[in-house]
């Protein structure tokens, strides 16, 4: 699968930004994926995931209550509804895929992914 992720921006703290993932390719409800972000001289750190239905998410504890993500797969997209921004969420935003997740590694947070989609760059200011 091919991930494209957009929706990144310049915005001011508090402001909300909405980042899609769209995969091509078929059966995406098979695939979990998760966003993940890198800000200048940092390592890259997990931000959420959402498995192949949809039913089940996890999220990073600096983003719990801000963020939300959810999944289409009629239209192969996911999303991550990133609210109350901070200057800290700057940063270059990932999507990732694999598909045949099952339900203790997904919680378990150490899903090695296989499929990366390009970065969208997301800059708050204060």
């Known amino acids: 699968v091919q991930l494209q992720a957009s929706g990144g921006g310049s915005v001011q703290a508090g402001d909300s930004l909405r980042l899609s993932c769209t995969a091509s390719g078929r059966a995406f409800r098979d695939y979990a994926v998760g966003w993940f972000r890198q800000a200048p001289g940092e390592e890259r750190e997990f931000v959420a995931a959402?498995?192949?239905?949809?039913?089940?998410?996890t999220y990073a504890d600096s983003v719990k209550g801000r963020f939300t993500i959810s999944r289409n797969n009629a239209k192969n997209t996911v999303y991550l509804q990133m609210n109350s921004l901070k200057p800290e969420d700057s940063a270059v935003y990932y999507c990732?895929?694999?598909?045949?997740?099952?339900?203790?590694?997904?919680?378990?947070?150490?899903?090695?992914?296989?499929?990366w989609g390009q970065g969208t760059l997301v800059t708050v200011s204060s």
């Open positions: 959402v498995r192949g239905t949809g039913g089940t998410s």
């Open positions: 990732a895929a694999r598909a045949g997740v099952i339900l203790s590694t997904f919680l378990s947070g150490k899903v090695d992914y296989n499929n």
